[in-house]
């Protein structure tokens, strides 16, 4: 098989290979059109999910200390009335005692089943407070969820009618480039898409503008431009790594600028 793609590599000229590079360019161009077209919408929208979705885990966050914290004060309430109960018993002990000791004994433990009643409410008082702090914090959040959805379906409903009105021409876009790739060598085709990929502007292939590489626009000596109109090889570049071409391989005049 691979000595099938080399033997149909080599029946391709440089000419054909190069002026097929450059309709594919071309394709490729308009398709970053169209993706420019959406401008940072898809980003927006994964950033908005992305922040939904963390603030709804703060809101469960909230939620399950509102629910640790009511447990909390339940188990508090409970201890009281066991003490209630404890202080009672106590209570009727008194007027069974035989001594001063008894009473003594008696007393302290009424006192401090008191002061764990007493602890017990300054707990079940924080817990409440606890509770509405974060209640307030829920509500805040919820409000903030809320708007972000908004923001979100807007943004959604905007790149969805976006993407509508291109989908078909981009999907046509592509099928053209599919057809277009196995009139290229697949070595060029490889450094021509690694070439696009670096680029700012995208273009892994531009023609000869005013004796300047039409891609880094950095004047290219005579002898060179000879080479390229010659169509014998594939020059690149040396400044910018572009692959070159001349213009009239392009299509266009020679002082025609650079599409993108």
Do not use: W
Not at 60 to 75: G, H, P, Q, Y
Not at 114 to 132: N, W
């Amino acid at each position: 098989m691979a000595t099938a793609d080399n033997k149909n590599d080599k029946n391709m000229s440089v000419e054909s290979r190069l002026k097929s590079l450059y309709e594919l360019q071309t394709i490729l161009s308009q398709i970053d059109k169209i993706r420019t077209v959406r401008g940072e919408l898809p980003l927006e929208v994964a950033d908005l999910e992305d922040h939904i979705k963390g603030l709804n885990t703060r809101v469960a966050n909230f939620k399950n200390e509102i629910d640790d914290l009511k447990r909390k004060s339940v188990a508090e309430k409970e201890k009281i009335n066991e003490i209630k109960t404890k202080i009672a018993r106590y209570e009727e002990q008194l007027n069974e005692v035989r001594n001063n000791r008894e009473f003594d004994d008696l007393t302290k433990q009424i006192t401090y089943e008191k002061l764990e009643i007493e602890l017990a409410e300054k707990h079940i008082g924080e817990y409440a407070r606890q509770i509405d702090a974060i209640t307030a914090e829920v509500q805040n959040t919820e409000s903030i969820l809320s708007d972000q959805m908004h923001i979100l379906e807007e943004k959604k409903s905007e790149l969805d009618e976006i993407v509508s009105e291109t989908k078909q021409d981009e999907e046509k876009l592509r099928e053209q480039a599919k057809e277009i790739e196995p009139k290229i060598d697949a070595r060029t085709l490889t450094a021509f898409k690694r070439i696009r990929k670096n680029a700012r502007n995208g273009l892994g292939i531009v023609y000869i503008q005013r004796n300047a590489c039409g891609g880094c626009f950095n004047r290219i000596p005579p002898q060179k431009q000879m080479e390229i109109k010659m169509r014998k090889k594939v020059i690149v570049c040396e400044y910018c790594g572009r692959i070159m071409i001349d213009p009239e391989l392009a299509g266009v005049e020679a002082d025609a600028p650079q599409s993108n």
